[in-house]
């Protein structure tokens, strides 16, 4: 039995302690050398136009302004597009409201800011396309989309016996992050700049500012050590905030920073992709899906950014737990007057699952059945019904048994009469029920993206372990894990081994921490250095004492060979005296995977993730008011390397995207002005938003895939469990019309929204 | 005798600034003065927490522990109190047991939001006995966390329970409440540069400086004009801070009415109004955070007259009065008249709102109801009040008032004439909500449309007599 084993438990954050007595140091607590400066962006004030005169007198003049950067300024590439060019740093013909024109440094942030007020901009205006709709009638696109078939949809719809054509719309959602974009730049010997950025992607934040400066990637070091929340907001959308700062930085010759103001970092950065699904669909009268015919709309905002990927996990997930045996799905990538859209956890796949998920919602009320039921006739299944509409065979499918044990435990069917009953004699109160399967893909689906480094350290003097990894700890607890992993297979206590920050001069190459595949990565490359590490020893002791096997056990801070036992300590001593390496970089990328882009076809993913989540919602007919009563999860995360991390990530995922689909709502006005931008025209979700009963529950499983521990990671996938939420509401909407006409909910489901569809079913049932 | 120090407690000794800048925020200077970085700026308009701290205030022979948002409340609000941040919760190497509790719930994820966190709990640890989840939800509904859903922070919260209450502020009680006796509040005239700052200790103080400074802003919480400098980017050059009026700060009861001194932050009269008006209770603990309510006061939402203000329209359907002071005579106004226009009123240069007065009745039913977007923190999209007597089915008075329908908050009297003297019934009540589009006419914002808020309005006037004819609350959120 191994005692010391530090996997599997259930160990508080690395950071905690420092987290509540304010001793985690972000990158504005950094302590600053003398003379810093402190940056802040002018912005367009219109949505589209060209600057026939940017007059920046004012500005310098401006109290304590120690430099002015425009786009003249920049020695290289004036872009921060991560695949393709389109996210200018600086530009003339501002495409949105609230795209960068140029930037001060002054000393102090508070001069800084007030400064970039006093630019005198002359606008030629320009028409701006904020409508998604609008722009396809405009055949305004970032890039071209695509086509995916799969059987004949066509056909099969039209003999169907049942058929449903209706719309369904999907807001977007601001990131919110609790730490804004900032980045702090200190300038070296050599023209050389070191960058702390709070970013999810640090390599790519190195290669775009070597790219704007002209000068090589070595000249630039990224270092992250903790990122105050992500969730795909600070894969790409920091990198024109760390540009600024070291263009800043590079004409002042100063250390400057650049913390964004709140309502500016929202008006800047792109957010979640909203979509427009139009559809057609036709199915048996059990419920079976016979034939699906889906355009997907999707705005990008002015630029591909990450649109192309985020896109083709929408199409890759519009099954979600489904077998559809006949699609057709065309997606459109819309070019609007707005931000940039970009990575925000579920990546597109939640788009997707919700279109789909909407789907088989109506297809339940409109043949009077439970939707549970329809969810589990049309499920994929373990030995047929099992390939994927891009070809790829399920070999880990567990939805079916989730699905029925969750039925069971959240006593869903007994709890679905209660409420009908409920619903009857309540005329102004009305309750609501719905399970909502996920299944989530996970890797990158672009292929070449999953791999990792890593470097681990053994200093011989103490035994204690250093480990740098590419990955970023932004609240999901990556450096936990990871050092959790790295403890186990040296058997050594998890307080000796430091998971130090990330940072491009000691791991290079690094891909985002994003996709959910953080740990899985980055956790496997640390286990290959440790490897190569003990590698190193096994020779060493082989040799020297002349062993048959060089075969070791790692455990409880001992090292036992077959014939000699060792100390850690000691034989990492006896080995370094020996001059044996105790340092290893390790890699790893992960097998299995492939995708062909062109034929849309291949296994992008080495595993899926599943979970289930049941939800009871009450509503207020007469204001649109909601409340939720109760939440039951039941979620797969394998063999968990931390359960308490896993489980925070699971309620917190859950809780995100029921905000994402019930109280925060993007809004721009019809001129492309964003409109919530603030705490206090944004609401995200606060404590009252909780689930009044919140039981989450781990489905015990282990992951097929060599992954370490068999674990699954958590990340995206329970953001989905949060749908249970939506068409709980829904169908609290639909008693009111005694559940025989189909609701028309799009998300968000707000007060308002939910209002105006309890509306619409008065109108027809009343008449 | 006046000063231009300020002084307050912080780690067991009197601090002094000399003339600080009256617009720099307490959190910059902890920030960049102090060198604590542990209280985090998330969004410089009291909209989510991360930059709580707390202040202890002398409370007769006691201390008061008050969490309030250090990104909206200028440097010399600090005068008389002390300071407490984060990092001072750690004695002698350990953690607080509010920290501990927070690390062994793992309610940290990110860690951004965490010190705000511990910085509301720790007020709430230290103002009560025992934390039911009610308490807990109060005391973190103005804290936003974006990773972990709250559950471990409620659990952590719990746990608090069974932990001893005993800390090293019980501890050095006696010293802090010593320091903070010594500090014996002066009058405090600031000037900086170009800009000017006044907090005045008495009524007569105050009178003096508004005649003498009648340009200057008068603040009483300070929450809204704060973010003119915070957003804004501009400057406030002439302030009158007024919650260093003890004689303001007061809640009573007297010749059938209630009186509510200027400068009461509204968490106190949020307890003392319950036992009058439950429903007056309730709005106030929608009305913003613990950190918003510990600060901001009736008064200062009555001077800003915004449409929105929640406390606006139970006080019109209350028939309200406002006590004006200034130069001449105290005057009393009917509320009903005070708004002029968008955030005007009919006080004057030279005057302030010295108290209000609510009449009580006891034959009168009284409702309140707030419609936004999330429950905790929010800002209405319609805010509706009425006070009803009804006699035998027969509507005796009526008083309507809605806020966010119009660009003042206001009453609903073409609705309120159809009503009065009426038969309660469903035609009644029909051709009232009708009426209504006579009152308002909304505008569509960030937070509602038009059509929505005419909506809710009429549908609010009928859950009004719903719940009165069915003699109970027909309600979602509290």
Known sequence: MNINSFIEQARPHESGSKHVSGYANYIDDIIEPEGTLYGAIGYSKKTRAIISKLDLREVWKSEGVVSVVTSKDIPGRNDVGPVYDGDPIFTKRPEYFGQPLFAVAATSAELARKAVLKAKITYKILKPIIDIKEALRKKLFVLKGRKIKRGNPLKKIVRAKNCIKKTFRLGSQEHFYLEGQIAFVIPQEDNDFKVYSSTQHPSETQQIIAKMLNQKNNNINVEVRRVGGGFGGKETQSFIFASICTLLSKKTKCPVKLRMDRDDDIIITGKRHDFYADYEIGFNNKGIIEGVKIKLLSRCGISPDLSGAINSRALLHIDNAYYISDLLVENYLCKTNTSSSTAFRGFGGNQGMMVIENIIDNVARYLKKDSAEIRKINFYQKNKKNITHYGMKIEDNVINEIFNKLIKSSNYKKRKKNIKKFNLKSKYLKKGIAITPVKFGISFTTTHLNQAGALVHVYYADGSVHVSTGAIEMGQGTYTKIAQIVANELGVNYNNVKVSSTRTDKIPNTSASAASSTTDLNGAAAVNAVNKIKQNLASFVKKKYNLKSDKAIYRNGNVNFKGKKFTFNSLVKEAYLNRVSLSSSGFYSTPKIHFNNKTFTGRPFLYFCYGAAVSEVLIDTLTGENKILRVDILHDHGRAINPAIEKGQIEGGFVQGAGWLTIEEVKWKSNGELLTHSPSTYKIPAVNDMPLKFNVKIYKNINKENVINKSKTTGEPPLMLGMSIFFAIKDAIASVGNYKIIPNLNAPATTESILLSINHIKRIYEK | ?478
Do not use: W
Request: proline share 3%; with cysteine; aromatic share 8%.
């Open chain 2, 1 to 478: 005798m006046t000063s231009n120090i300020v002084k307050f407690v912080y780690k067991n000794k009197i601090c002094e600034i000399e003339d600080p800048d009256p617009n720099e925020t307490i959190l910059n200077y902890v920030r960049t003065k102090l060198k604590k970085t542990g209280t985090k700026e998330g969004c410089a308009e009291g909209g989510c927490g991360a930059c709580t701290i707390v202040l202890a205030e002398l409370k007769k022979n006691n201390i008061d522990y008050k969490a309030i948002n250090s990104c909206i409340a200028f440097l010399p609000s600090l005068e008389g109190k002390q300071l407490i941040l984060v990092e001072d919760l750690v004695f002698e190497d350990k953690l607080h047991p509010v920290q501990k509790a927070m690390v062994n719930y793992h309610a940290s994820q990110c860690g951004f939001c965490t010190p705000g966190f511990v910085m509301s709990l720790f007020a709430m640890y230290k103002n009560n006995s025992s934390y039911k989840e009610e308490i807990i939800k109060d005391s973190i509904q103005g804290n936003l966390c974006r990773c972990t859903g709250y559950r471990p922070i409620i659990d952590a919260a719990k746990s608090l329970n069974t932990e001893s209450k005993f800390d090293h502020f019980s501890k050095n009680k006696n010293i802090t409440l010593s320091l903070l006796k010594k500090i014996n509040q002066r009058d405090i005239a600031i000037y900086n540069n170009n800009k000017k700052y006044f907090a005045p200790k008495s009524i007569k103080q105050l009178k003096n400086i508004i005649q003498k400074e009648s340009n200057s802003k008068l603040i009483s919480g300070g929450t809204d004009v704060s973010l003119i400098v915070t957003k804004e980017k501009k400057d406030l050059n002439s302030l009158i801070y007024m919650n260093s009026i003890d004689e303001l700060n007061y809640l009573k009861e007297k010749n059938g009415y209630i009186e509510i001194g200027a400068t009461t932050p509204l968490i106190n009269l949020e307890s003392f109004i319950k036992k009058f008006f439950p429903d007056f209770s309730s709005i106030l603990r929608r009305y913003g955070s613990v950190q918003i309510r510990n600060v901001c006061t009736v008064a200062g939402n009555i001077g800003t007259a915004s449409p929105i203000g929640d406390t606006l329209p139970l006080l019109l359907t209350l028939d309200t009065q406002v006590v004006i002071n200034g130069k001449n005579k105290t005057q009393i106004l009917p509320l009903n008249s005070f708004f002029l226009g968008y955030r005007k009123t009919k006080l004057k240069k030279g005057q302030f709102i010295q108290s209000i007065r609510i009449p009580l009745s006891k034959k009168n039913i009284f409702k309140a109801y707030k419609i936004s977007k999330r429950i905790d923190d929010d800002i209405s999209s319609v805010c509706a009040s009425f006070n009803v007597e009804i006699n035998n089915n027969i509507i005796k008075k009526i008083k309507i008032a809605y806020g966010g329908m119009s660009n003042i908050p206001k009453r609903a009297f073409n609705c309120e004439k159809i009503l009065l003297n009426s038969y309660l019934s469903d035609k009644t009540i029909k051709k009232a909500k009708r009426l209504l589009e006579k009152d308002y006419k909304p505008i569509t914002d960030t937070r509602a449309s038009k059509e929505y808020r005419m909506q809710i309005a009429k549908n609010l006037l009928e859950k009004c007599f719903i719940e009165i004819r069915q003699k109970k609350l027909i309600r979602i959120n509290f």
